[in-house]
């Protein structure tokens, strides 16, 4: 009869050990993108949505190298895997999971509405562009895509910086308060 190779204690240090590191990589990516969205909606986005669909046609031009198509799906996705593993290392700590699972909630709702709502808009403003849809309709799709940009991105990625934030201090407090403050 063989014996385990590993003790439930060595696995539970195990996790005990990954736990911080990975909440605190999850904060990382998620300020990251955070500043990112923040940095595109302040300084980008006033100069995308100046004038369409001229002003669109300019940033296609100025962001033919690299734009926010090449940053923001990687980005999400290490959020999504980092807030997924942060949410698994945390779900026994009371206190915590549910700042974490607040922060991944509203980063995948963010990101769902990226995909379903923001990328074809994107589409149509930034790769059919004139030759397929008129003036007008752009000015629309284009209003539509900051209007909602605002309210749903800005406010997914408010919650789930400050929510993996509270979720990290509230994670370091559970480490003082159980003496593993290695």
Not at 145 to 157: A, D, G, L, P, V
């Amino acid at each position: 009869m063989s014996t385990p190779t590993t003790s439930p204690t060595t696995s539970r240090s195990i996790i005990d050990r990954l736990r911080f590191p990975v909440v605190t990589a999850y904060l990382w990516i998620m300020m990251t993108l955070f500043g990112a969205i923040v940095l595109e909606t302040l300084m980008i986005y006033p100069n995308v949505f100046a004038n369409p669909p001229e002003s669109l046609a300019l940033a296609m031009e100025f962001l033919s190298v690299t734009g926010p198509s090449d940053v923001f799906p990687p980005f999400g996705l290490a959020c999504w895997i980092l807030g997924g593993a942060s949410l698994v290392l945390t779900i026994r700590i009371r206190g915590v999971r549910g700042w974490i699972a607040l922060s991944l909630i509203a980063l995948v709702a963010e990101g769902l509405a990226s995909i379903l709502f923001f990328w074809p808009r994107n589409d149509i403003m930034f790769t059919e562009g004139l030759a397929v849809h008129s003036a007008e309709y752009l000015i629309q799709v284009a209003h539509e895509f900051e209007t909602w940009h605002w309210i749903s991105r800005m406010t997914s990625n408010s919650i789930g910086a400050v929510s993996v934030f509270v979720g990290l201090l509230a994670l370091h407090r559970a480490r003082v308060l159980a003496g593993r403050t290695q």
